[in-house]
């Protein structure tokens, strides 16, 4: 067991999920909008979805794991590529973080469930994104492929619970925040750019 691949992954998903992007966001502006229960009804719609991807992941890649490692390694190869193109993208874009709340409709926490879990479950870069992200970090030479991707794919969905309900329920303060100190922008681009080459960085190594 390599416990210091499992805590590096906690952090990176933490990382991650606290930098600015579609979907905190999202939670956020239904947060203000709306109230948090409903910031809370979103969060659990995009954390529900994650199954699907981790379920597609465990399978998919396990099945590849046990025919080639040759393949295999190309998957990882492929991750570390597209985890640094990330970064490309984090680095050309926009560090302001806009919250545009004109426009949100109130809809009922089923509804908002439902958005949020088909959201994700239809988004491909999330599929793409657990591609990358995932096989660098098994953990386990004796553990089954398919048991690792399932303990990370609910290491994911935990720390991100966490986080994304602390973004509904702390809304209000995260946007005064957010207005009031514009360089954090800047600040989470950076980490983020950071996060994705260290990862890319670990599964070349």
Same mark, same amino acid.
């Given at each position: 067991?390599?416990?210091?691949?499992?805590?590096?992954?906690?952090?990176?998903?933490?990382?991650?999920?606290?930098?600015?992007?579609?979907?905190?966001?999202?939670?956020?502006?239904?947060?203000?909008?709306?109230?948090?229960?409903?910031?809370?009804?979103?969060?659990?719609?995009?954390?529900?979805?994650?199954?699907?991807?981790?379920?597609?992941?465990?399978?998919?890649? +396990?099945?590849?794991?046990?025919?080639?490692?040759?393949?295999?390694?190309?998957?990882?190869?492929?991750?570390?590529?597209?985890?640094?193109?990330?970064?490309?993208?984090?680095?050309k874009?926009? +560090?302001?973080?806009?919250?545009?709340?004109?426009?949100?409709?109130k809809?009922?926490?089923?509804?908002?469930?439902?958005?949020?879990?088909?959201?994700?479950v239809?988004?491909?870069?999330?599929?793409?994104?657990?591609?990358?992200?995932?096989?660098?970090?098994?953990?386990?030479?004796?553990?089954?492929?398919?048991?690792?991707?399932?303990?990370?794919?609910?290491?994911?969905?935990?720390?991100?619970?966490?986080?994304?309900? +602390?973004?509904?329920?702390?809304?209000?303060?995260?946007?005064?925040?957010?207005?009031?100190?514009?360089?954090?922008?800047?600040?989470?681009?950076?980490?983020?750019?950071?996060?994705?080459?260290?990862?890319?960085?670990?599964?070349?190594?």
């Amino acid at each position: 067991m390599h416990y210091e691949l499992l805590f590096s992954f906690v952090l990176a998903t933490a990382a991650l999920a606290i930098s600015p992007g579609p979907d905190n966001i999202y939670v956020l502006i239904q947060s203000i909008t709306n109230g948090k229960k409903y910031g809370l009804a979103t969060v659990a719609g995009l954390i529900s979805g994650c199954i699907i991807h981790t379920t597609f992941l465990a399978f998919g890649v +396990s099945a590849v794991i046990k025919e080639n490692d040759t393949l295999f390694f190309y998957i990882k190869l492929f991750g570390a590529f597209y985890l640094l193109y990330l970064a490309y993208k984090v680095f050309k874009g926009d +560090s302001r973080i806009l919250l545009c709340n004109e426009n949100v409709h109130k809809k009922s926490l089923s509804q908002l469930f439902k958005q949020g879990f088909i959201m994700n479950v239809l988004n491909p870069k999330v599929s793409i994104f657990f591609l990358a992200f995932f096989p660098g970090f098994l953990f386990s030479d004796s553990l089954s492929a398919v048991f690792q991707f399932y303990v990370l794919g609910f290491i994911f969905m935990f720390v991100s619970l966490i986080l994304f309900s +602390s973004i509904a329920i702390l809304a209000g303060s995260i946007s005064d925040y957010i207005k009031k100190n514009k360089n954090l922008g800047v600040v989470l681009k950076w980490l983020q750019i950071i996060v994705f080459i260290g990862i890319a960085i670990l599964i070349l190594l």
